[in-house]
């Protein structure tokens, strides 16, 4: 049973455009959301993470939105670069510090 | 800087076979894991361990073992392999609390043939 569900599982986006990626939750004691970004070859590395006391948090051209109610949260990739192809996952951490991962999306910024 | 090491990047073996793959972090850090990655499912966890000589089961741990002797290293063992665990693994280390990060390293693509 996959505790945190991630869609799409595939992205393709002009050069400039932005990216967005969904993910949904269902265990409301999950208290770390994070998002990794994982190039091939490479194991998954943080990008960005929140908590869930506050709606959105923003780091360069990333952006977490968080919606507690609806337990979504998503990443926006604003300005996106072919650099940023990549893969990523989003993830939850539960009460006993464990965390889940999302199935992955596979991001190609076309030029 | 954070560094999670593993013995190899691609490995090749045939069915049958005892597969052990390291991993070694730099870090102190007390919990360590492996992960498997495929296609489609993501990461699902096999064991983990909070400290020396200590292991868990993670949520897909048949067909799996592991071993920590020293806080530094955790090793997963393949003692039988076969084809189903022809898969990216992924060795990862976490401090103890609730304010560290999980630190992976680059992972070995294991083909059983």
């Known amino acids: 049973q996959q505790q945190v569900k991630q869609s799409p599982q595939s992205l393709i986006v002009q050069k400039g455009g932005i990216s967005i990626i969904n993910c949904a939750y269902e265990?409301?004691?999950?208290?770390?959301f994070p998002w990794y970004q994982q190039f091939p070859g490479k194991g998954p590395a943080l990008l960005i993470a929140i908590r869930p006391d506050v709606s959105e948090k923003k780091e360069g051209r990333f952006t977490i939105s968080f919606n507690k109610s609806a337990k979504q949260f998503s990443l926006h990739i604003m300005d996106s670069q072919p650099g940023d192809s990549a893969t990523y996952f989003c993830?939850?951490?539960?009460?006993?510090?464990?965390?889940?991962f999302g199935t992955g999306t596979s991001l190609t910024v076309i030029p | 800087d954070v560094k999670v090491t593993q013995s190899s990047r691609y490995l090749v073996k045939r069915t049958g076979e005892k597969v052990f793959l390291e991993c070694v972090q730099d870090m102190d850090h007390e919990n360590m894991f492996w992960y498997r990655q495929d296609p489609g499912l993501g990461l699902r966890l096999i064991y983990f361990s909070y400290d020396v000589k200590m292991k868990e089961k993670g949520d897909i741990p048949e067909g799996y073992s592991v071993s920590r002797e020293k806080k530094e290293r955790f090793s997963l063992i393949l003692e039988s392999a076969s084809t189903n665990q022809t898969s990216m693994y992924l060795c990862?280390?976490?401090?103890?609390?609730?304010?560290?990060?999980?630190?992976f390293g680059p992972g070995t693509r294991l083909t059983v043939t």
């Open positions: 990862a280390s976490r401090g103890q609390g609730r304010t560290y990060e999980q630190y």
């Open positions: 265990n409301t004691a999950f208290d770390y």
């Open positions: 993830a939850a951490r539960d009460v006993g510090n464990q965390f889940y």
